[in-house]
Every structure is written in C-alpha cells, then in structure tokens.
C-alpha cells in the first residue's frame, strides 16, 4: 500500500503566508528554466540546480539540501515517499505539514476524488459521504489539469458523487477535454442526475472523445437496489440516467458489487441487463473492499467469494454468452471457478493492493490483483497458491 | 449503524399490491404455463401461481413475486421505468421492419437437369428462350431491388438450376456491384446451387466477388439420390465432390447446405445429421415437410403425417444436443431462430417466421419471366396455376405498384397473427410467424383456422419442447446460446 | 355442458370452443342463467378420449376466462407501450 499522504514533513524556509502550493515534480536537472519557476525538484543525488519552485527530498537524502541557501523553499519527506517522480503533482501545505500526491504519472490508477457528497448511502460504500461544502476540491483539481502529462493513459472522477458538482462538474470535464483529450476518462457516478435529459444533453456536449461513466446496479429488483444504496427511486432515476446517455451514444459500464445482499439474483441481474440494457458497453462484477460502512455492515454483507461461484458463473457465462463484454474485478484467482479465469482483470489500484501469507509460493501473483489493504480485517478462508 | 434502514422499509410501496403489465400465457404440460410479457421475454409458472397473479393475490414475498416483477409481467408502486423499457424492448424486436426487403431471389432459369419429386418449378428442357431469365428482365428487377431502404441487400439466385445460366450471374452481380457504388449498401450475393455443374469459370468469379454458395444435402447417399434424381443417379457424389471444390477455393464457411425431408426421410434423422457432420458442416435446418406437393392435390396435412414428423424433429434434435454436451459444436438452424427470439433482445430477419409476414416486406421473387412473387411458394404456386400471390411484373409495374398492390397488402394485413383467432392470445406469439401462403396453401384462406394448422401444430410443438429442455436440462440454454451468439 | 351466465361470458366460451375446433365442432345456446355447449366430435371417440376432450374444453374455457381478465386490465397498457415503442421521439435507435 502506498502512502499518498500525510502530515509528517517538515517544512523549512516556507513564508508565512504561503498557505499551499500544487506543483508539478521534477527531478531533471536540465530541466528548461522557464518551467522551474512552478515546479518542485526532487533532490536525488546531485547538486540540486537553481531556481525551482522548492526542493524535496525524502529523509534518507536531506542532507543533499545542504547545499540551499536559506531563501530557496524545502520539505523533508519521510522515506515512504521515495516513489515520487519527475511528473508526478504534489500539493504541499506548509502549515499543516501537509502532502498529497495527487497525480503520479508512472501509475495507471490516477483518480480525482471531486466530492465527498453524495445522493446514496450504499451499505458498503467505500468512502462514506460528508455532507459538507468541498468546492475548494474543485479548484485544485482545474489548477492540476494542466500539469499532468497529456500521454496519461486514463484519469478517473471519483466520490461522493461527482455530478453533484453541478456545473463544475462540467467545468472539469471540459478542462479535461482541452488539456488531455488523448486521456480517457473514467467516471464514477450513481447515474441519477443523467436522469435529468438537459443534464445529460449537457455531458453529451463536453467535446470528449474518450468518456465512460461507471454506473452501479446492484439487483434486478427495484427495492433490494434501493435497500442496497439505501435511496428511494434510485433504481428508477438510475435506469433513466443510463437510458439518457445511451439515447445521447454515451458510453456506460455498469458495475455490481457482489455481497450477501447481492450474489443470490445475480444471474437474474444478468439475464435482466441482457434484455433490457442490451447497449451497455461494459459490465464489471466486483469483490467487497471491506473499508468504510462495509466495516460496520459486514454482518450483512460478507459472504466467502468461495460460496457464491455459482451465482458468479451462472452470471458471467449469461452475459458473455449475450456478447456483452463483462470482466470480474476485485476477486482472487484461486477463489474463482476455473472456467471463470479468462474474465478476471487484475483490477485493484496499484497503491492499495497487497498478498497475504498464504500467497508466498504462489505462481499466478503477478495476474491476480491480490487484495485489498483492508482486506487484512476479513478475507477468504480458501486462499491457496497455485503451485 | 442505526442510520441504515432495513430491506422493508424498502419494500412499503409494495403494501398497495400490484397491477398486472400485458402479458399472456398458454399451457405447456399439464402443470406448468408460460407466460409471455409484451417483448416477448418468457417464465415458466404453475397453474396456482398463475391463477393468484390475476387475481391479485401473489404474495410479494414469494419466490415468484421478483422474477415476475423484474421480467415485466407485473408492476408496483415502488417502481415505474418498466413501461418505458418495454417500449424500447418491442421497438427492438421490430427494428428489421423499417429495413423492408432485404432478400431478393432472382430466378435465373427454370432448366434443371434434376427431376426431384418435389420440385415444382423445374423444366427439363433446353430451350433458353423460354426459361431463361433475360438481362433486360435483370437489369429491371435490379432497379427495384436498389428502391428497397434496407441497408444490407442479399440477392439469392434460384432457379431450376441457376448455373444453367450462369452468365446472367455475372451480369447481374457485375451490375449490382456498380449500382452499389453509389448506393453504398451492404451487399451479398447466393447462388442455390445442386453444384454438379460447378466448374472452375464458375469459382474463380464466386472468389472474385464473395459469393456463397447453397447448395441441397438431403441425407447419406441412397436417400439424397432417391430424393433427387439426375441422369447419372449421382446426385450425391457430385454435391460432395462440389462442396469440398467449392470449400477450397472460396473458404470453409462459404458454402452452406440446406436439405428437403420427404417421407423417406422421417425414419432417418439421425444418419441425415452424421452426413452432414461428415461433409463438414456444423449445422443444419431440419426442414418441414413441404405442404404444397400434397396440398394442391389433397387440401391438408393428416395428423398422422405431424406425428412422425415431430418424431423426426425431436429424435433429431435430442441427438445434436447430446453432442453439444459431449463438446461438439452443432446447431440446429430452425431452433436456432425460435431461440433467438426466445432468448435474446433481437428478431431474425428468416422470413418464414416473421409477423407481419415475410413476404413482400422481407423477401421478394423476381421470376426469370419477368413476374414478381411475395414469396418463393407463391411462385411455385403461380407454376400450379394460382397467381394468388404475383404482385405484378417488372417491365409493366412501377415499385409502388409492386409493393403496395392488394396481392400483398391483403395477405400482410389478414395474417398479421397479433389480431387472428388463437394467435392474438397465445404466448408464443412473438416467437412465431404469420405464413399466409401456407395457409393459403392447405386451407384456403390467408389466416387459416389455427387448430387445424400444420404450421401451428409444428411450431407450438417445438416451442414447447424447447422450453421444457430449458426447465429440465440446466446445460440446455447454455448450449442454446451458444446456438444463438456462436 | 351448462356453464352459468354469472360466471363466464359468451366471448369466452366463444373462444375456448374455437381452440376445440379441430377435434369438435361446439355448439353454444343460451338458456337462461345458463349456456349450454354441446360438443360434435369431427371423428369417432372412445369415451376414454371424450372424457379427455370435455376436460380440455372446461380448462380452456377456465384459461379464456383469466383471458378476460387479464385484458380488461392490461389493454390499455398495451397499447400505450406500442405507442411509445413506434414514437419517433425518445427511444434509443
């Protein structure tokens, strides 16, 4: 698991008044002048040339700052922080001894997490929602856009949900357009607003060529999808919404979480969205990360992977027996029926994924995703390598 | 967490009951019921369940309260987008529609040196003249089939034995391809072919412009050859001689084999399909008896005839699917359409089981003389002296006179089989067709009394049995949408 | 067969006997609370296969009647769902 952030620097010649700084990294030396002026150079082992922005370096080499006179900004990162790279964004806040990495272009799981409000309250959502005024989130993600490298392969628009941003969330996604219109985008969204046809309309005209919204739908039945997102009408606002977009020739992925709530109609699910969302462009049939309200929810949502492989085949042979293109993300190889290996994507982002003991001797490593961080707190008892 | 609210309280709408959404329902044994919604999407249910759902006393705690609900037999308060997507379901299913004609049979000659029992049309003479389609006569024809909106086009060469004229082929698909250079559409040509004239003249242009090649396999040899004489008694070893030349040189799945079954035929369903699995082939269309040798002469179809007939079908069909389950891959075609329908969002566009008819609107005949058909029997019929079904020629009628004359409008509009007798409730309708020149045929009127229809006998009869091996024999679906999306 | 005025309409009747059409011909009269059909078989029966065919006849007749019901409650839906399936507005190509 990578740290992203914290509030462990240390911070040295920073003004008073210096409240933030986003800024791209950058660890060429030759780095053309003009540039400097907003970049952060990552000190590695050389003299670190004039006239950047600040200087970082990670503990193991501060004393390559040494060399700075007492005017030039610079933090001390803790060792953890030794991934960083030229391109990467940081966001550094010197009062509070504060960095988030915000974008690291080596990595392809890159995600803005827009907002933490949202219209649900999925039982097992991942990052429980915060009725709060964030719009500040916003800004800095229009001010990162321009920094990050255009041969981004993808960039992801998280929550919350994002299309509660309104007209910001327009505003991203046409920034987006402008500056990385060769970067597909990745939306993550609930799909009600699009139920709105002018909201739709507008999606439709943001000038993209690359967009996706990930949409969940969690039963064939409106109630256990209300149950499951805890939202009256939802699954009539979110049916309309990927009706709307498809109407517009958007692109739709739709998404199912598989838990105790949700792995006993799952072929069911299956055979519904065969009939009646024939169009939709993708569907991913996901494991539980057990971490936000899943933690407290766990008595009613955890289920060994194990017992539910025939739901899950029965589901993804129906799909993929449609020509749909279906993928199962989130599961461990050696969880799943054998017949079901081809569909298995190695999934979880790169900086929350990890192995268990049992994994040690296991050959398959590399193609599986392995797990979740958090799935330390519960796991399935029927993990085996292949050997 | 106290903020989480449980299941029912989800579930409070459903206190007000439900409303009933279209949907229909026939017998499928002495149990069970199918029931079909308005897009044609089907369940199977017990007579007690069914009973209680039009009553309104389905309990929405049962296990039959869901599957009804999510496939659009019954709606509550708790959710409306089901009218809304059952529209876009029937809307899809009729799609093909506003394609119109897609199929155009040009029948180049009615010389054949073929003297198949069942034949109607066939000439055996080698007077040209009379029996040959003209280029003028193609060159006519070929305007009407670029008036058809559809944007794919397939024109299919029947005859007699089309090679017989083999230069009017290559000038009709010379013609057609440079119409097609403005018109843009998707373009694909068929020769029906015995194949025992196939030369290297005739491959070499096949390959040069993707044509497909059709030709007749009735069974292992000494019923094929008693089926379909020629001079030489060896129609069989030239089909197959024909079909293996024909595979090398334009491709494996470019040559595509259809049979006839006659009353010779019924005993041996099984020794058909190993002919065909010999020759190649992974799959085949286990045909109906034809009606109209018999029907000109005795009016119906005697039960007695359906009875073996169905034992064909159904030993045939048993024994492909024991294949499949032992992992070979093969289809049967006339299953493989019901199922589409059955089991998929889209139509067929197979013409024989469209509703409204095929005729005209799917499919039409262009006769070598000149005279348009709505349909390949109802040039076989004109043959016999009924001109029912001609709907005009193409040196004297515009296309709107062709197309919106009463010869196919009266059919169309009579056998639509969502407003006939039977068919109007029957559940099976959606997967089913209106054949108003088989009705014609054996009963005398394009609607026909259903109960009495061999068409429909045949049809319920096979649906049923599809949908008890699917309630059954859980690798029957999987087996079946293989059939489907191969 | 008597079948009460109360509990089954003609049309029902009509229609149940219509599906019967090729193993009999039905007649239907009304006698006061009543309707009687009479069945003519089109070939000879053994009372075995009669009994078998007055059986169908009375679950046809049971079926057509759900028939009703059904219709009477649906066929507006119907055709309001064939309307919007034929709308040029709205639905997905």
Redesign the interface.
């Known amino acids: 698991m990578l740290k992203l952030g914290g509030t462990d620097l240390e911070f040295r010649n920073w003004p008073a008044d210096r409240e933030k700084l986003i800024a791209r990294v950058s660890d060429q030396p030759h780095r053309v002048r003009p540039l400097r002026e907003g970049e952060a150079y990552l000190v590695k082992g050389e003299t670190p040339p004039p006239g950047f922005r600040c200087y970082l370096a990670i503990r193991s080499h501060a004393d390559l700052l040494a060399g700075l006179s007492d005017d030039e900004m610079q933090v001390v990162l803790p060792d953890e922080y030794d991934y960083l790279a030229d391109g990467d964004v940081v966001r550094l806040i010197p009062g509070q001894n504060r960095i988030r990495v915000i974008y690291r272009r080596r990595s392809r799981h890159n995600s803005f997490l827009t907002t933490e409000r949202c219209n649900n309250?999925c039982?097992m959502c991942s990052q429980p929602p915060r009725e709060i005024d964030d719009s500040w989130i916003v800004d800095e993600i229009l001010e990162t856009i321009p920094l990050m490298d255009p041969a981004t392969a993808e960039i992801g628009l998280t929550g919350g949900e994002p299309t509660l941003l309104g007209a910001d969330f327009f505003r991203i996604l046409k920034m987006l357009a402008a500056y990385l219109p060769r970067t597909a985008i990745h939306i993550l969204s609930n799909g009600r607003q699009f139920a709105d046809p002018d909201f739709a309309q507008r999606y439709a005209e943001v000038g993209h060529s690359d967009m996706m919204v990930g949409i969940p739908i969690y039963s064939?039945?409106?109630?256990?999808h209300?149950?499951v997102v805890?939202a009256?009408g939802a699954?009539?606002e979110t049916?309309?919404g990927i009706?709307n977009l498809?109407?517009l020739r958007q692109r739709v992925e739709v998404r199912v979480v598989v838990h105790k709530q949700t792995y006993q109609?799952l072929p069911?699910l299956a055979?519904?969205l065969?009939?009646?969302l024939?169009?939709v462009d993708h569907i991913a049939l996901m494991g539980l990360e057990i971490t936000g309200?899943t933690k407290?929810?766990r008595r009613d949502l955890w289920i060994d992977p194990a017992d539910y492989q025939s739901e899950l085949y029965q589901a993804a042979?129906?799909l993929a027996?449609?020509?749909m293109h279906v993928s199962i993300y989130n599961h461990q190889l050696c969880l799943l029926d054998p017949r079901l290996m081809p569909l298995a994507k190695k999934s979880i982002s790169d900086w929350k994924n990890e192995y268990m003991p049992e994994c040690a001797d296991c050959r398959e490593m590399n193609s599986c995703g392995g797990f979740f961080s958090s799935a330390k707190l519960r796991y399935s008892d029927h993990i085996k390598p292949f050997l | 967490m106290s903020k989480f609210r449980p299941l029912t309280a989800y579930e409070e709408p459903l206190r007000d009951g439900y409303q009933l959404l279209p949907f229909r329902f026939t017998r499928l044994d002495d149990n069970d019921y199918v029931v079909t919604n308005q897009a044609g999407e089907f369940l199977v249910i017990d007579r007690s369940t069914l009973s209680d759902l039009v009553r309104h006393e389905l309990p929405s705690t049962g296990l039959a309260y869901n599957d009804l609900k999510s496939k659009h037999v019954l709606t509550d308060a708790d959710s409306s987008v089901a009218t809304e997507l059952l529209a876009l379901k029937v809307r899809t299913k009729l799609r093909r529609l506003a394609d119109f004609t897609s199929l155009h049979l040009f029948v180049v000659s009615l010389r054949c040196e073929h003297s198949c029992p069942y034949c109607q049309v066939s000439r055996q003479s080698d007077d040209k003249l009379a029996f040959d389609m003209t280029p003028e006569t193609a060159d006519k024809a070929l305007e009407l089939v670029f008036r058809s909106p559809s944007p794919a086009l397939k024109i299919e060469f029947q005859g007699g034995e089309p090679l017989l004229n083999f230069p009017l082929i290559r000038h009709v698909v010379l013609k057609a391809e440079t119409l097609n250079q403005v018109a843009g559409r998707d373009l694909q040509f068929v020769i029906a072919t015995n194949l025992a004239l196939l030369d290297d003249e005739v491959l070499d242009f096949c390959r040069a412009h993707d044509v497909l090649l059709s030709t007749s396999l009735d069974g292992p040899p000494d019923l094929h050859n008693l089926n379909r004489p020629r001079p030489g008694g060896d129609s069989y070893e030239r089909t197959v001689r024909g079909i293996h030349r024909a595979r090398g040189v334009l491709g494996r799945d470019r040559v595509s084999a259809l049979m006839t079954t006659t009353q010779a035929s019924l005993p041996r369903a099984r020794e058909i399909i190993d002919e065909y699995i010999r020759q190649g082939f992974d799959g085949i269309f286990l045909r109906a008896l034809s009606p109209y040798g018999f029907a000109i002469k005795t009016k119906s179809f005697t039960a007695y005839d359906m009875e073996k007939w169905l034992g064909f079908y159904f030993d045939g069909l048993d024994y492909i699917l024991e294949m499949n389950k032992a992992g070979h891959f093969f289809a049967e075609h006339y299953a493989t359409t019901i199922l589409t329908k059955m089991l998929t969002p889209f139509d067929t566009g197979y013409v024989d089981l469209m509703s409204p008819a095929g005729i005209g609107i799917a499919a039409v005949v262009y006769n070598y003389d000149g005279n348009v058909y709505a349909s390949d029997e109802g040039r076989m019929l004109a043959e016999m002296g009924d001109t029912t079904f001609r709907l005009g020629n193409v040196h004297n009628d515009q296309y709107e006179d062709i197309f919106l004359s009463d010869n196919l409008l009266q059919p169309l509009e009579e056998s639509f089989a969502s407003s006939a007798p039977m068919c109007s409730d029957c559940a099976f309708e959606p997967w089913c067709g209106a054949d108003p020149v088989f009705h014609y045929a054996t009963q005398g009127d394009f609607v026909g009394r259903k109960p009495e229809s061999a068409f429909c006998t045949r049809h319920m009869a096979i649906v049923r049995r599809l949908i008890t091996m699917m309630r059954d024999d859980e690798n029957a679906r999987d087996i079946f949408l293989r059939w489907v999306n191969p | 067969m008597a079948f009460s005025v109360e509990v089954f309409s003609l049309d029902t009747l009509k229609k149940a006997a219509y599906r019967m059409s090729d193993v009999a011909v039905i007649d239907i009269a009304p006698s006061g609370e009543n309707i009687i059909c009479t069945m003519k078989f089109r070939q000879p029966l053994s009372a075995e296969d009669v009994d078998q065919a007055v059986s169908t006849f009375k679950l046809e007749v049971l079926d057509q009647d759900l028939r009703a019901s059904i219709g009477t409650e649906t066929d507006a839906m119907r055709n309001a769902i064939l309307a919007l399936a034929f709308s040029k507005s709205g639905l997905s190509g």
């Open positions: 309250y039982l064939d039945v409106s109630t256990v209300d149950y805890q009256d699954f009539d049916i309309q009706l498809k109407r109609r069911q055979e519904f065969a009939r009646n024939t169009f309200f407290p929810n042979t129906l027996g449609h020509r």
